[in-house]
């Protein structure tokens, strides 16, 4: 295995986002609230499978070993569980995870953990269906809590993700805790972030992760020792109750130091952070086993313009026009 991957400020990288289709079937309100239209990137298709598993062995080679399929919506592949396969399969990747709406997890989540899925996080933005259609543009409550469900009887590990917004949702905070006491969840609360289309819906909407935090702290709730592999979240335990609590407060003080993360589009783009400006094509040399060693080494030069934050306190969201581009 290669040295590990570290940029100028000392940060240890072994955590890769990769987004396989920028494609989303909803409507949320706060990414894509007129639905899914195509980048400029949708004119070439997304990788293909082998194109996503030599990227994926690249990344391991160089020390990564947490995984993550992102979309968009990644289920809109029908390959979806050749592609985990394929990923599962890669020797040192020990844990991979996907984020997903959750539209169609029940009937594939079975496949997805017998072809080695780990993880997954379920967005839920809302418990009360009017609220769920609402945020979503879906009346997919009852199919997406199935989807929960049906992970935790697959045994895996499973999140749920809700984005707080003031105007929305925060009836639901209570109804949240509660869903995490009854079972082996987290639930990840986070803060809203500004992107390049939301600009008005943010300054409405937007609530402080610092709030958030204060009422877990009110509540009871005990932060939690960072564990191997941590990025950014904050965890809270409770007594007596099954799960726990998460908490992704980008504009927070330091939020990036602990930075551990690179992303991929679903095009083979290398984004340095979400919310960069600009990405670079890794895809030419995804093409044959044999351009590995020039793909790492592309990866390794990129990595020396990682800057040292994102600028979003500042108001700069750089080429993040919603995150379903870049599997947020």
């Known amino acids: 295995m290669d040295a590990p991957l570290t940029d100028g400020f000392g940060r240890a990288f072994h955590y890769l986002r990769l987004s396989v289709d920028e494609v989303c079937n909803y409507r949320c309100v706060?990414?894509?609230?007129?639905?899914?239209?195509?980048?400029?990137?949708?004119?070439?298709?997304?990788?293909?499978?082998?194109?996503?598993?030599?990227?994926?062995?690249?990344?391991?080679?160089?020390?990564?070993?947490?995984?993550?399929?992102?979309?968009?919506?990644?289920?809109t592949r029908a390959d979806i569980v050749e592609i985990v396969e394929r990923c599962a399969r890669v020797p040192g990747a020990r844990r991979l995870a996907m984020s997903t709406n959750g539209y169609r997890l029940a009937p594939i989540a079975h496949a997805l953990a017998q072809a080695g899925l780990q993880a997954v996080n379920v967005s839920v933005d809302s418990l009360d269906p009017e609220r769920f259609a609402r945020i979503t543009g879906r009346n997919d409550l009852a199919k997406v809590l199935a989807g929960v469900e049906a992970s935790l009887t697959?045994?895996?590990?499973?999140?749920?993700?809700?984005?707080?917004?003031?105007?929305?949702?925060?009836?639901?905070?209570?109804?949240?805790?509660?869903?995490?006491?009854?079972?082996?969840?987290?639930?990840?609360?986070?803060?809203?972030?500004?992107?390049?289309?939301?600009?008005?819906?943010?300054?409405?909407?937007?609530?402080?992760?610092?709030?958030?935090?204060e009422m877990l702290k009110r509540g009871g709730w005990e932060e939690q020792a960072r564990r191997e592999g941590d990025g950014p979240?904050?965890?809270?335990?409770?007594?007596?109750?099954?799960?726990?609590?998460?908490?992704?407060?980008?504009?927070?003080?330091?939020?990036?130091?602990t930075c551990n993360r690179l992303r991929v589009t679903s095009r083979g783009a290398l984004r340095l952070c979400l919310f960069a400006?600009?990405?670079?094509?890794?895809?030419?040399?995804?093409a044959s086993d044999g351009q590995r060693e020039a793909l790492?080494?592309?990866?390794?030069?990129?990595?020396?313009?990682?800057?040292?934050?994102?600028?979003?306190?500042?108001?700069?969201?750089?080429?993040?026009?919603?995150l379903a581009l870049m599997g947020g």
């Open 30 to 75: 706060y990414c894509l609230p007129e639905g899914y239209k195509p980048s400029a990137a949708a004119a070439e298709p997304p990788l293909n499978v082998a194109e996503i598993g030599r990227l994926v062995a690249a990344f391991a080679d160089m020390g990564f070993w947490k995984f993550r399929l992102t979309g968009g919506e990644p289920t």
């Open 154 to 213: 697959e045994g895996l590990e499973t999140k749920i993700n809700v984005v707080l917004l003031k105007g929305f949702n925060m009836a639901d905070y209570e109804s949240f805790l509660r869903f995490s006491a009854e079972r082996r969840v987290e639930v990840r609360f986070i803060e809203l972030m500004r992107t390049g289309d939301n600009e008005a819906f943010f300054n409405e909407n937007h609530l402080s992760g610092e709030h958030i935090l």
């Open 233 to 257: 979240a904050r965890r809270f335990r409770r007594p007596g109750y099954a799960g726990s609590v998460g908490l992704i407060a980008p504009y927070s003080k330091d939020f990036c130091s």
């Open 277 to 286: 400006e600009g990405q670079a094509s890794l895809r030419e040399l995804l």
């Open 296 to 322: 790492k080494a592309r990866v390794r030069s990129l990595l020396e313009r990682k800057e040292v934050s994102h600028y979003l306190p500042d108001g700069r969201t750089g080429s993040a026009r919603n």
